[in-house]
């Protein structure tokens, strides 16, 4: 019974995974071309989504531990799919951020092309996704993939931010756009965080080795 549980509790989290993955990429999009349409499903249809899934695998979790009484891994599993559950919820909200930040942007005129934003945003995405994988594969060698990845992450942030700000400092008038796109930079620097996190979490649960100050920018 414990582990039809666990793999009930493990489907819900890779459904709601797949909308946060979802949500993510519309954000994104959204941003890059303009599409105001798919900026407003994420904050208006997707979110409330995310947040039934949050409150649903919570409560699961809870009567999980409280019916069966898990130990060793099978408890660290359960205590995972909470944490992981809760990263999600917050990469859910760092998307909605992104589509708020978006919307204003679509209502004014374009800001300079920030061809650094494209690579940012996929790479984000590629980290979100290689860390459920690695969840679901009990990959460890792809966890520290996710890990890495981050670094490349953080060089295209700091290029958008450099650009941006020379574009303040060049035009007066553009600087609330140009506060809009460092919003949008940051909250995609907190979502390959939290998939940083999660790759960590699973690295953990394998082998029982903790990396969460093992590697740069930890």
């Known amino acids: 019974?414990?582990?039809?549980?666990?793999?009930?509790?493990?489907?819900?989290?890779?459904?709601?995974?797949?909308?946060?993955?979802?949500?993510?990429?519309k954000s994104i999009l959204g941003v890059?071309?303009?599409?105001?349409?798919?900026?407003?499903?994420?904050?208006?249809?997707?979110?409330?989504?995310?947040?039934e899934y949050d409150r649903s695998i919570?409560?699961?979790?809870?009567?999980?531990?409280?019916?069966?009484?898990?130990?060793?891994?099978?408890?660290?599993?359960?205590?995972?799919?909470?944490?992981?559950?809760?990263?999600?919820?917050?990469?859910?909200?760092?998307?909605?951020n992104i589509s708020e930040s978006g919307l204003f942007l679509t209502a004014n005129p374009a800001l300079i092309q920030v061809d650094n934003l494209k690579v940012m945003g996929e790479s984000t995405v590629k980290m979100m996704k290689d860390a459920i994988n690695a969840f679901v594969n009990e990959d460890v060698q792809l966890a520290q993939a996710v890990c890495d990845h981050d670094n490349i992450v953080d060089e295209a942030g700091d290029q958008i931010l450099?650009?941006?700000?020379?574009?303040?400092?060049?035009?007066?008038?553009a600087i609330p756009r140009a506060l809009a796109m460092m919003r949008i930079a940051h909250n995609l620097e907190r979502i390959a965080d939290l998939a940083t996190n999660i790759a960590e979490e699973v690295v953990y649960i394998v082998e029982g080795r903790d990396i969460k100050h093992h590697h740069p920018d930890s």
């Open 32 to 51: 890059l071309e303009r599409n105001s349409n798919l900026l407003d499903e994420v904050v208006n249809t997707e979110e409330p989504k995310v947040n």
């Open 58 to 96: 919570d409560e699961m979790c809870v009567q999980t531990i409280a019916q069966f009484e898990p130990v060793a891994r099978d408890l660290r599993l359960v205590i995972m799919i909470i944490k992981m559950n809760k990263d999600l919820e917050r990469m859910a909200d760092h998307a909605v």
């Open 162 to 173: 450099k650009e941006l700000t020379e574009t303040m400092r060049a035009k007066k008038e």
């Open 1 to 25: 019974m414990l582990h039809e549980k666990i793999v009930e509790l493990k489907r819900n989290l890779l459904e709601d995974a797949a909308l946060v993955e979802d949500m993510i990429t």
